[in-house]
């Protein structure tokens, strides 16, 4: 009789296990289907926002408390935003993490551990997104493991410069060096940290223990008077979260596939572009304006005192808005958007290969590693190429404006400013959108067919100037002021 009980009991929980997912996924479902976005973008967001109720909890009870505690709240929340949004394939984070933890154990502070994990972690996302790979971008375990893929291997970098002695290394690197063992428990909070597991920012494990040792905080041995600067960046998240689900059912990138796209005039496919160009990364700096907002409520985003001794609250700052609104440039957009990937770029891959002994050529591989990294779509390839050449032939414009005087007067006259910054804005948007095309498309034969019905006016434009600009530097640069210049 007991055994029967216990068996109905059984099938009662498992009935009721089944019927609670069923509700869940059926109301998911219909909430998304009605905001007019698939149920994992709704998933994302909703991921996204519990950090803040996670951060007030942490902030309540956890502050100052014991760092295996702290650790454990760490990797079991973002391990349940992993479960949320991706079900079992949580696994795939779990065994790299796992492996990373090894490696650094087994292998110690050396070259082979670095290779190895480089090597590992960037084959294994390869890998994802080889057997993963469709003609959309689609919200899957990828996502977030390419975020933890550099994660791990700036451990395995930093971990190699805490064994070197200091004076070897520079400035940065000392800051950035681990010179303790890191525990399994820290490894996994570091990891799975919930205001940054799935979309970024990037930080150091140093950085991280920080936090846990509660040294992030404008006011020593209290708790960090964030709230009000985390519910700035919360609130300008949230505008722009409007404003994109306003205009996303009217500007996409489906609509450059059209035939009505192609038989529009050449100047509204432009301006067309111009326009989804600007709209298209929006979604993206909603994303990381909220998630900063949640490591500024922990304490994470604490960065020291400005000159005035006022808290600064940017450490994983992954935007700078109003640059990113007003420059009339590439290089400085480039400078006002994911921010913390573009430093740890810069600090794990560009200033690594100094020993080339050439700049350019550690940019363009620097480049090569972020199109890899994000994924294996020829898009990706071509977006970053642009990116190379525009900056490239930005400089070399910027240069000749500055040494030419006849441009530079030119440059100088005031009344014309607006008209200059009008026209830097329109070139600056529409090679912007360009760019972005073959990185939203993500597929030759797509991205192609727009390029074409533009005639590759990016290409074209910008590789005319690559050759031409030289020219026009020797024309325009009187003998004596490049002399002066050399000497």
Known sequence: MASVAEGDVGTVAELARVLRWGFEE???N????SLGASEQALRLIISIFMGYPMAVFYRRYLYFKDSYLI?????????SIAYF???????????CVGLQFLILRLMGRTVTAVLTTFCFQMAYLLAGYYYTATGNYDIKWTMPHCVLTLKLIGLAVDYFDGGKDQNSLSSEQQKYAIRGVPSLLEVAGFSYFYGAFLVGPQFSMNHYMKLVQGQLTDIPGKIPNSTIPALKRLSLGLVYLVGYTLLSPHITEDYLLTEDYENHDFWFRCMYMLLWGKFVLYKYVTCWLVTEGVCILTGLGF??????R?????ACANMKVWLFETTPRFTGTIASFNINTNAWVARYVFKRLKFLGNKELSQGLSLLFLALWHGLHSGYLVCFQMEFLIVIVERKAARLIQESPTLSNLASITILQPFY???QQTIHWLFMGYSMTAFCLFTWDKWFKVYKSIYFLGHVFFLSLLFIL?????????????????K
């Open 26 to 28: 059926l109301s998911l």
């Open 30 to 33: 219909k909430l998304a289907t």
């Open 71 to 79: 650790h454990l709240f760490h990797a079991f929340t973002g391990l």
């Open 85 to 95: 949004n991706f079900g079992n394939q949580l696994y795939h984070s779990l065994l």
């Open 303 to 308: 960065n020291d005192f400005d000159e005035h």
């Open 310 to 314: 006022k808290a600064k609250w940017d």
């Open 421 to 423: 910054y009008l026209v």
């Open 470 to 486: 030289p020219y026009v530097h020797k024309v325009m640069v009187p003998r004596k002021e490049k002399l002066k210049k050399e």
